[in-house]
């Protein structure tokens, strides 16, 4: 697992205290923002680091999207087309100016807020997600879900269609 993080970190030096991101780190944001996760998804779809500069994830908040995005994003992809994430990791600061939960997966690298780019094909995606072995949790509301992972756990399977929170 460690080779893999840091092959795809690139040689970026993180922060592993989410809150105060390392001056190494903010001197490589533009390095971090091109960290490849798979072969359609880049890091900065999940940081939003123009929006939120401190959102600075840590090794192993990449290794967890890493999985999610081979596991689960990727072979959606193939069943759905192109999928475009509103929302990714988030840090503790940037969960509460979301108003997210506070034990929120996003927190570690385990979540992401997506929609379709053609959304004629949202039940596809809903429909391979339901049945998708590595979803840990499906919500969804008219055009848009959220579907979370377990990289080291069993996967709750716990679906929710047409939630609105």
Not at 21 to 43: G, I, T, W
Request: charge should be positive; proline fraction near 5%; include cysteine.
């Amino acid at each position: 697992m460690k080779q893999i993080i840091e092959s795809k970190l690139n040689g970026v030096r993180l922060s592993t205290h989410l809150a105060s991101p390392s001056e190494a780190a903010l001197r490589n944001l533009s390095e971090l923002n091109s960290v490849r996760l798979s072969p359609h998804f880049l890091l900065q779809e999940f940081i939003h680091l123009r929006r939120h500069p401190d959102n600075i994830p840590t090794a192993q908040d990449i290794a967890n999207l890493t999985f999610g995005c081979l596991m689960v994003l990727e072979p959606a992809r193939l069943i759905a087309g192109p999928i475009i994430v509103t929302s990714g990791f988030r840090c503790e600061a940037v969960n509460r100016k979301v108003g997210g939960v506070r034990n929120s997966q996003h927190l570690t690298g385990q979540a992401a807020d997506i929609h379709l780019a053609d959304p004629s094909r949202f039940r596809q995606l809903v429909e391979f997600l339901k049945t998708c072995k590595y979803t840990d949790q499906l919500l969804t509301g008219s055009t848009w879900l959220h579907v979370s992972w377990t990289p080291f756990g069993t996967p709750r399977h716990f679906i929710r269609i047409g939630y609105y929170k």
